[in-house]
């Protein structure tokens, strides 16, 4: 005879295997596969927060770690982001249905005159990755949008960006300007890009710098817990 609660263990078994395939084809970065699992799963009754901790996050975690241990390289990192990318294009309108907090906010942008936006695309994919609501404002935006966009939103990090050696006086002027509005202690600001260094950084009177998008989400949850 057959056990009573056999359907439900068979069901959580089902669940864990298909929450790993997600997983695993997101390292892979096989964009396809991820978005029919994560729908498959989504169809199965699957909590939309269990397929993003268990099957996004903890891939996109995975990459963060090998890249930081240089395992794999950017290409690599790049090809697993789409692929998250792609998960959370079919995750996003059900989590904005439910009442699921991001694990944090973070607001990104270029700072005014720069255009490069390959580091910051880099960071946003990785926040969303470690389960944050990204607001991404682009390129080449003024210290007034930047400011603009935290009086319009609750957040929890800032982060500036700066590819080019002319434009890094952009990131001091920007976080000048957030202290004269008043709004500097709303949120944890951090600053990068190539050029910049941590002793610029603290300088210029940000709470924070990483040396590349992976550790950027690590010291964004260590100063995070750190006001908490």
Request: proline fraction near 5%; aromatic fraction near 4%.
């Given at each position: ?18 929450l ?7 390292i892979k ?47 690599e990192?790049m ?70 966009a ?12 700066a ?37 610029y950084?603290?300088?210029i ?24």
């Open positions: 005879m057959e056990w009573a609660g056999w359907p439900a263990v068979k069901g959580a078994f089902m669940e864990e295997e298909v790993a395939q997600i997983a695993s084809s997101l970065g096989q964009a396809p596969r991820v978005q029919e699992l994560v729908q498959s799963c989504l169809d199965q009754g699957v909590a939309p927060e269990t397929i993003m901790d268990q099957g996004l996050v903890s891939a996109m975690s995975l990459i963060g770690r090998r890249f930081k241990k240089g395992e794999i390289y950017m290409p990192v090809i697993a982001a789409r692929a998250m990318n792609a998960g959370l294009a079919i995750l996003d309108p059900v989590l904005s249905q439910s009442d699921v907090e991001p694990r944090g906010r973070l607001l990104l942008g270029t700072v005014r005159a720069d255009l490069h936006d390959v580091g910051k695309n880099m960071v946003s994919m990785m926040f969303r990755g470690a389960g944050f609501e990204v607001i991404d404002l682009g390129v080449d935006v003024p210290e007034a949008r930047f400011v603009e935290m009086t319009e939103h609750s957040l929890d990090v800032v982060g500036l960006s590819l080019l050696t002319m434009t890094i006086p952009q990131l001091k002027s920007t976080i000048e300007a957030i202290v004269a509005a008043g709004l500097r202690d709303r949120a944890i600001v951090m600053v990068g890009g190539a050029p910049v260094t941590e002793a950084a603290l300088e009177g940000a709470d924070g710098w990483a040396p590349d998008a992976a550790s950027a989400v690590d010291r964004a949850l260590e100063l995070m817990a750190s006001r908490r």
